[in-house]
């Protein structure tokens, strides 16, 4: 089954301790990204890569890194977060061959508070 | 720069009423235009999509025409189920050497029995 998958689903933590959300697809999908939802504000892009070892700020980059050594995983680290980084966060993937008209392929969600 | 409006929620609706969700929206060049959705829970899925204007994208009984004399793109249903509850989200595509989506607020749906 294509797939988006994103670990840990909920996730408690404390202000300053470093935390990783991994992404993987099985779909083969060269486009990857970070989404944040907060209420009132929609979806909006953290970071994005459009090939291994090739990423690129979105427009909410503060206080996340991102990596993508392997075109299947692309993981958001936190490594200082604070308690305005408590959000929901989506990772999506897509196939990059036509990128204005690409359907996103999303995870479930990862549910972070930080305290 | 390109953004999305779309009607605040929550829409509250009995079974088998009409839908209709509005979206405008302003961009530069010749975006695509789609309609996700989010079921309780879940990620984001696409529902339907329109590439150009005056095309008509569809899909399980949603229709969203895109309007550029309106810059508009409005979801509708003839008649909803309660399955059908969820936030819709309007979205923005565009090519700036890769996909550059633009999304609106969401509007969440409640479809009574």
């Known amino acids: 089954e294509a797939q988006v998958t994103q670990n840990p689903r909920y996730l408690i933590t404390v202000t300053g301790k470093k935390l990783t959300v991994t992404c993987s697809q099985n779909m083969n999908h060269e486009y990857m990204s970070w989404y944040r939802q907060d209420p009132g504000l929609g979806l909006r892009q953290i970071y994005y890569s459009m090939n291994v070892e090739v990423t690129d700020k979105g427009d909410v980059p503060e206080g996340y890194k991102v990596s993508r050594k392997e075109k299947r995983n692309f993981p958001l680290i936190l490594e200082s977060p604070s308690p305005n980084q408590t959000s929901l966060y989506f990772c999506?993937?897509?196939?990059?061959?036509?990128?204005?008209?690409?359907?996103?392929?999303f995870g479930p969600g990862t549910r972070l508070t930080v305290l | 720069g390109n953004s999305v409006t779309q009607m605040e929620g929550p829409v509250t609706l009995s079974e088998e009423a009409f839908l209709t969700i509005n979206c405008t929206y302003t961009a530069t060049g010749y975006p695509s235009l789609f309609w996700y959705v989010q079921y309780p829970g879940e990620g984001l899925q696409l529902l339907l999509k329109a590439t150009k204007a005056d095309d008509k994208g569809s899909n399980k009984g949603f229709e969203a025409t895109y309007r550029k004399e309106t810059t508009s793109f409005h979801l509708e249903k003839g008649s909803v189920q309660v399955s059908d509850s969820a936030v819709y989200f309007c979205v923005l595509g565009q090519n700036t050497g890769f996909q550059k989506l633009v999304f609106g607020t969401g509007t969440r749906l409640l479809v009574s029995p």
């Open positions: 999506a993937s897509s196939s990059g061959r036509a990128p204005r008209t690409d359907t996103q392929y």
